[in-house]
């Protein structure tokens, strides 16, 4: 055989591999139609009442009342609207496999995946199964349960998707306007005092002697938005011992009326604070720092020699 014969046959032998390849990849369909990918604009148009996030280790559950809610706790604010969001501007792009052999490696097996059910009227409209992520942390491979095409989504439902259940909680402690508070009470095991505002600034009550204006401040600036950065799991908060609380923080605003009222406890491992707004079950965390910033003796909050207030 001569040699530009070898070079013909070995070209044809080559383009035939890769044949065979994509039609390996496409599931061996034949010439059957792409399919329309579908439409997630719509379901975000749905009066929604609940979307359920499912994975093999952990399930999200996300319902719509008053106000969201996620697991049966407090959902953040912008919950409803964050999911709208989401499934408005997801985008569906290339198909990338029609062959179920290829839905473990991709990642949208219903136990290697995270099924995403949107459910309207009490009845599941979509549910999609969102698996390996791609470039990013918005880009993953998806497909629709019950059907074996998979495509590629970009977009922020891919994130929230992968959102732990305390990611969707409630993390606003207590939101202050500084400007309104009038009074501050503080008590700890050993030592209670109170500030009060009037019209030269912030003095000790009863006793009248002045208080730093910039560290009170200080403390109003965090109670503006104070946050957690987590919750306390529920074998701790059945464990934990609220009395004595390790401190006590009572604001009040106009006409003395009650503006907040934030309990603090030590963690054990001295890194942070157990906090929870009185009469209120849920437990939230916060930093050693943010604690710190809060929890001022009044040795630390009396004005300096020279008058400052």
Same mark, same amino acid.
Request: net charge negative; proline share 4%; hydrophobic share 45%.
């Given at each position: 055989?001569?040699?530009?014969? +070898?070079?013909?046959?070995?070209?044809?032998? $080559?383009? &035939?591999?890769?044949?065979?390849?994509?039609?390996?990849?496409? *599931?061996?369909?034949? /010439?059957?139609?792409?399919?329309?990918?579908?439409?997630?604009?719509?379901?975000?148009?749905?009066?929604?009442?609940?979307?359920?996030? $499912? #994975?093999?280790?952990?399930?999200?559950?996300?319902?719509?009342?008053?106000?969201?809610?996620? =697991?049966?706790?407090?959902?953040? +604010?912008?919950?409803?609207?964050?999911?709208?969001? #989401?499934?408005?501007?997801?985008?569906?792009?290339?198909?990338?496999?029609? =062959?179920?052999? =290829?839905?473990?490696? &991709?990642?949208?097996?219903?136990?290697?995946?995270?099924?995403?059910?949107?459910?309207? *009227?009490?009845? /599941?409209?979509?549910?999609?199964?969102?698996?390996?992520?791609?470039?990013? !942390?918005?880009?993953?491979?998806?497909?629709?349960?019950?059907?074996?095409?998979?495509?590629?989504?970009?977009?922020?439902?891919?994130?929230?998707?992968?959102?732990?259940?305390?990611?969707?909680?409630?993390?606003?402690?207590?939101?202050? =306007?500084?400007?309104?508070?009038?009074?501050?009470? !503080?008590? @700890?095991?050993? %030592?209670?005092?109170?500030?009060?505002?009037?019209?030269? *600034?912030?003095?000790?009550?009863?006793?009248?002697? #002045?208080?730093?204006?910039?560290?009170?401040?200080?403390?109003?600036?965090?109670? #503006?938005?104070?946050?957690?950065?987590? !919750? /306390?799991?529920?074998?701790?908060? %059945?464990?934990?011992?609220?009395?004595?609380?390790?401190?006590?923080?009572? &604001?009040?605003?106009?006409?003395?009326?009650?503006?907040?009222?934030?309990? !603090?406890?030590?963690? $054990?491992?001295?890194?942070? @604070?157990?906090?929870?707004?009185?009469?209120?079950?849920?437990?939230?965390?916060?930093?050693?720092?943010?604690?710190?910033?809060?929890?001022?003796?009044?040795?630390?909050?009396? /004005?300096? $020699?020279?008058?400052?207030?």
């Amino acid at each position: 055989m001569s040699d530009r014969s +070898l070079k013909i046959l070995v070209g044809v032998l $080559a383009a &035939l591999v890769v044949a065979w390849a994509a039609v390996r990849l496409l *599931g061996g369909r034949g /010439a059957a139609p792409e399919p329309v990918p579908f439409d997630l604009e719509s379901a975000a148009a749905l009066d929604i009442d609940s979307i359920v996030i $499912a #994975a093999a280790d952990d399930t999200v559950r996300l319902r719509a009342s008053d106000g969201w809610t996620v =697991n049966g706790h407090e959902a953040a +604010l912008e919950t409803g609207e964050s999911l709208r969001r #989401a499934l408005e501007g997801a985008r569906i792009e290339q198909l990338v496999s029609r =062959n179920p052999e =290829n839905h473990m490696r &991709l990642g949208v097996t219903r136990t290697a995946g995270r099924r995403v059910t949107v459910y309207a *009227g009490g009845t /599941a409209e979509l549910s999609l199964i969102i698996g390996q992520g791609r470039r990013g !942390f918005d880009q993953a491979y998806v497909r629709r349960e019950g059907d074996d095409e998979v495509y590629t989504l970009e977009g922020s439902l891919v994130s929230l998707a992968n959102r732990a259940v305390d990611d969707w909680r409630d993390k606003d402690i207590v939101l202050v =306007n500084r400007d309104v508070v009038g009074r501050v009470a !503080f008590t @700890y095991p050993d %030592e209670s005092f109170t500030l009060v505002r009037d019209s030269t *600034g912030w003095r000790f009550e009863p006793e009248g002697g #002045a208080a730093n204006a910039a560290q009170v401040d200080g403390i109003l600036m965090v109670f #503006a938005s104070l946050r957690a950065i987590g !919750f /306390a799991a529920d074998s701790v908060t %059945e464990a934990l011992v609220w009395e004595p609380p390790s401190a006590r923080v009572q &604001l009040f605003g106009p006409g003395d009326a009650p503006y907040g009222d934030i309990v !603090f406890l030590e963690r $054990a491992d001295d890194v942070g @604070y157990y906090v929870r707004r009185a009469g209120s079950p849920v437990v939230y965390e916060i930093s050693s720092y943010t604690g710190d910033q809060i929890l001022k003796r009044a040795a630390d909050l009396a /004005a300096v $020699a020279d008058g400052a207030n």
